[in-house]
């Protein structure tokens, strides 16, 4: 029997992969934090965190790759961030397409009558 492996370390080594576990992380952990937190203050945390620990992991401690990987993590969030906004734009038009499809058409009455006084 073949071993699948959804996701394994070279994967989460680029960026692409970075991405996606961001993705993954944070949509399992913004319904726990504070509701004043934004929730793009959430995803550059995570990607903080996931570009770290991949830097760690790979190239090791040094302040040139905690730099690097500081760097790299806006780029990842605001790949997260954007993925996110267009999965959920995308959800709200089809819901609201699905509503209008259900809902009961109203008819436009023209009974009214010019002539009476």
Partial sequence: MTEIDWVTADFLATFYGAVFITNIITHFIKDYMPEGLDKKIITLFVAIF??????????????????????????????????????ISKMKKRELLDQNKLAPKKEVSSNINLNEK
């Avoid at 790979?58 to 790949?79: H, M, T």
């Fill in 50 to 87: 996931v570009t770290l620990a991949n830097r760690l992991i790979y190239a090791g401690i040094s302040i040139s790759n905690v730099y690097i990987s500081i760097i790299n993590s806006f780029l990842v969030a605001a790949a997260a961030i954007g993925n996110y906004d267009i999965i």
